[in-house]
Every structure is written in structure tokens, then in C-alpha cells.
């Protein structure tokens, strides 16, 4: 066990490979097996000795070990014992085999495999492959691949990158420059150039032109390949660049993928597992909640059964959800990824634009008679209404008023119904308005939407709180304020108040004073309850949001700890909400958004009102931006889930048209 081992599986002491082989073989003489006897053993074996296992059960009992772990067992389970039987290479080469074979090509197991191994793990792979199916991988992958994606797997096979140690100070800057100048500084790509650097350079060198690369474009180096490259190259590149900044977050990534919505993907989820378990499992289980906010132990528990999850769960190696400080690995991410998130601009952009031929007298006029007479013609409704700005509907509704002596909105109220009615309602309402009844509701009838009052107060701007509080009260005779005194209690009635004030600090990061917040922070971790959260709040809910990033950025320095972790393992309720729901929104709030539009639609039911209230106020400011986070981080685009998650009691489908058109497309 050398000085960089971060793997959850060791040698096991006291070793006798023919007592265990022995042992298995019992396990699986008979009438059916003892599979938790064949789990406890294998899992308790580090690769090396399951291969002495393996030769000792054929000088034994003249059988292969795998021929008859395949004959015993079945499914999930014994594609993943059968896994941990096999040598690390020759377990890779099966894995590229079956991505390869029959009619249709895994590629992104072939790109998790060659982004993610080092020069002497490919080297001992193609030999694998070699000697298991008597032919050349390279061969293999040239038959199956094409175009730039090929040649930059080809040049990953090759094994060839520099060593770590390698960092060419004088070539780190023109590096940059080149690869700035191959996409962002010119029309069309040049990829040799891409696939050139990226494939060759070593990890530290990369680490650094990364770095300069950002400040040369003013964006990462991921946002620049998703915007310059395309399919299967783009995300073989951005898979090299994930693994350049750090593998266990790029095995976090794709271990979650695999678990989230609907299904697992079992086979990237045993290969990643057999695959890492001796080599940086500890540090990808601290990425895992480091990113997700829950640990990949409970996510494995959740999401799978049987012997298959006990046997995944030893791998696994134990539950982080308790866990308090980083694994230097992590830690070292953890102030990266604030790093990144002081640093990057996120360009912001909508999917409802100005129309362009606008005559609010004819809009009206064609609304008036899609009302009129027996029926109502929802589909020149949802065209006009969902193809207009905010700002031309406001124009329509006076129109409206001034033409035909009629209010639009009441209607609107009358011909339409259930959610059709709610989203289109709302599409015509002012934000301050929308926000406003959304507040309301929110606080109405017996129980209260905590997650609606959080999700608004701590995602809106200055101007747009102090201009919903003054569409509340002249909507419904009361002040914001009082409303959320008398719905509220605690701690967390304090925290939406005084985001309601709408007089969050604006302006840059004051470094001075940000190290000094970062400090008090760390500190308050060690107070009572009732002080941290006191702290907490006069933190979180009046600093600028660049301002804090970079305390939250320096926290994990001062205290070796995750600000996210710590609010989830000190705070509850709706406290721990508030506060969790000011990180993810300081750290990129676009993502929080595409989470919550997850979360709204994932399970059992569809939460329309948070569905509705999401796309009707995001979709003029940064909907786009949404829907590719919510694509980058599940895997799936936001227009596949609302066309799945919408059709159930939507018997007419108007309400999932209009969801998809204000959506603005498939990604």
C-alpha cells in the first residue's frame, strides 16, 4: 500500500489463497449458492490476492473460477463479482470489447476508460486485449470510430502523455494562446490543435494552461469546448479535461449520472466501482458529496438491491454523510471549484425573445377571437403568448383594455383551466406581479410552500424584491413583511425578512473583509446553534454575491471544511434550506435552478407550481443557460423530461406545448 493509496479495498491479512478457494468452492457446490458467503469473501481481497485465489482454485478443483462464478450466479451480481475476479487490465479490455462489439458502439465507456487511465494502465491494456481477443485495440477502436473523435482516442491509446513532473514554464502561456487562437479568436475549429495539447501534455502542464487559458478568454476551457466542439468529441474532450482538474470528481460525476432519474446505468456503475476501488475511492466518495450533497454510500443504498448493493456498498466503503473535514484531495478541489466560481462569467441567456413583427392591436384582436363564441382556440393563445416578451405582453393586455373595454387576464381566467390557466396567467402578469402572487400562494391556506419563499427571496436581485414587495402590497393590502412575520417563526422567519429588505450589498469582493467573514464563519462552526446561525445569517444574507464566493473560498482554507456540509450537518428545517439554497445560488445559480426544475419533476407527481413558477420567471433572463446545466449535470436535456413528466393528467398536452415552446427547444 503505497503513500498514495486513496482506495477502500486492501490486502487482507493472514492471506491463504487455498483456504479461500476452498472456501468458495463450498460456497458454490450444491443445490444453489451461498452468494453472501462469495460477496464477504471477494470484497475482502484486494485484486492481487483474488488472483492468487483464482490459480489456486484451478490447481484444486481443475475449474475456472469464473466459469463457475458465472454458472452460480446471475444479473448485476455476477457481471460485478465476475469484474472483481478479473486482473484491472483485462477487466478494462472486456469492458472496451463489449463497447465495440455487435451493431451500436458504447462510446462513452470508451471515453471514460482513455481519459481516465495513466500511460502504464494503457499499455497494460492493450496487451490484455491482445492476448483475451488476438487483436489489436487500436484496430478494434479504428473500425468502430470516426473523425476527430477516433483520432483523439487514438492518440490516447498510444500512452504517451508526459509525465507529471513534466511542466514546460515557457510553453504555458503560448500553449493558452494557441489553443484560444484553434477556437474562441477564430471562425470555425481548429481540433489537430486540441487534440495536439490535450492528448499529450502532461496533467500538471494542462493544470497551468487551464489556468492561463481562463485568463486569455475569459471562460473556461470547458465552456469554450462545449461551445466549439461537438457529440462525441466534445465530450471525449471535456472528459480529458475533467480528469486533467481531478478523476475522483470526474467518477463522481459519472457515478451520479448513472444512479439519478429514471433507471441505473448498472454497467458504468460496477465498472466504475471495480475499477477504483483500490485506487482513489476514499477521495471520488468526498468529490460525490462534495458536488451532490449526499454521499455516495446513501445514493448506492437507495438506488439498488440485494446482494448486488451489499457487495457495491463494500466497495464503497463506508457513508460520508457525517463526515466533517476534506480528504486533502478534496479540499484542494473544494477551493478550486470557488476559485472557478469567483472567476467565471456566466453568460446568461433566455429562450423568449422580443417578436419581432410586433402590433399589439392585432395580438389583441386575434386573442379577443380565440375567446369568442362556443370553444376557445388554445393553440393561437399559447403562439401569441408564449412568442411575446413580458414587456409586448404588458402592451397587449392594455391593448386589450383600450380596444375592446375588456380585461384580458379575467378572460383569460375564464376560458382556460388547471395548469393551462396558471402558466399563461402568469406569463401575462408583470414579474413583480408573478413574484407577488407567488408569494401569496405560497403562504395561503393551511400549510406553507417553504421552498417557494426561500427559492424567490434569496434568487432575486435588489430591485426586483423592492418591486415585488410593492406588487404585493398593492395587490393584496399588506405588506410582504407582515405576511411572512405571521406565516413564519425563528430563525428562519429572521432570514426571509431580512432578504425581503431587497438590501443585499452590491459591488465587488473586498478581499480584506472577505477573509475576515471567512474567519468569523469558521469560527461560529464551533459556537452554540443559536450563534452560528445568527452569524450565518448576517453573512449570507447581506454580503454581494461575488463578495461571497471568495468567502466562501477562503472557509475551505480556514477551516478545512465544506460550507454546504456544514449547513447540512449543523442546521435543520427550513434554516438549513435557506441557507443551503444562498450557496448553491452564490456558487452558480443557474444550476440551483436546474435542480430544483429536477427535483420538481422527478418521482412520483409533477410539482407544477414550482414548474411553472421557474420557466414563467427564468424564461427572459437565463432559461438557456438552465437548460444546459440541467443537461451537463443529468443527462438528459429539460425539454425530454417535461415531455415525459407532463403528459401524465394532461389530457389536452396545451400545457405541455406551452412548457416546451417557452423551454425553447431540445438540447
Sequence with gaps: MGKGFRGTIVDHPDFDAGSDAEALYNAMKGFGSDK?????????????????IRAAYKSQYGQDLIDDLKYELTGKFERLIVGLMRPPAYHDAKEIKDAIKGAGTDEKCLIEILASRTNEQIHNLVEAYKDAYGRDLEEGIMGDTSGHFRKMLVVLL????????????DLVEQDAQDLYDAGEAQWGTDEAKFIML????????????????????????????????????ERLMLAVVQCIWSKPMFFARRLYRSMKG???ADNTLIRIMVSRAEIDMLDIR?????????????????????????????????????????????????????EISSTTKIQLRGTVQPYQDFDPASDAQALRKAMKGFGTDEDTIIDIVAQRSNAQRQEIRKTFKSLLGRDLMADLKSELSKNLQRLILGLMMTPAEFDAKMMKKAMEGAGTDEHALIEILVTRGNQEIQEMCSAYKSAFKKSLEDAIASDTSGHFKRILISLAQGAREEGPVDMGRALDDAQELADACNADSGDMEDKFMSILCTRSFPHLRKVFQEFVRCSNKDIEQIIKKEMSG???????????????????????????MKGLGTDDRALIRIIVSRSEIDLFTIRKEFKDTHEASLHEFIQVETFVGDTSGDYRKTLLMLCGGED
Aim: one cysteine or more; a negative charge.
Design 36 to 52: 453472501d458467503a462469495i460477496l464477504d469473501l471477494i470484497t475482502s481481497r484486494s485484486n492481487a490476492q483474488r488472483q492468487e
Design 158 to 169: 498510444q500512452g504517451t502523455r508526459e509525465e507529471d513532473d513534466v511542466v514546460s514554464e
Design 198 to 233: 490535450l492528448g499529450n501534455r502532461s496533467v500538471t502542464h494542462l493544470q497551468l494552461v487551464f489556468d492561463e487559458y481562463h485568463k486569455i478568454a475569459e471562460k473556461s476551457i470547458e465552456d469554450s469546448i462545449k461551445s466549439e466542439l461537438s457529440g462525441d468529441f
Design 262 to 264: 429514471l433507471g441505473t
Design 286 to 338: 468526498e468529490c460525490f458529496r462534495l458536488r451532490y450533497e449526499k454521499s455516495l454510500y446513501n445514493m448506492i443504498q437507495d438506488d439498488t438491491s440485494g446482494e448486488y448493493k451489499r457487495t457495491l456498498l463494500k466497495l464503497c466503503g463506508g457513508d460520508d454523510d457525517m463526515a466533517g473535514e476534506f480528504f486533502p484531495e478534496a479540499a484542494q478541489i473544494a477551493y478550486k471549484m470557488w
Design 574 to 600: 427550513d434554516v438549513k434550506n435557506a441557507m443551503f439554497a444562498i450557496v448553491r445560488s452564490v456558487k452558480n445559480q443557474p444550476s440551483y435552478f436546474a435542480d430544483r426544475l429536477y427535483k420538481a
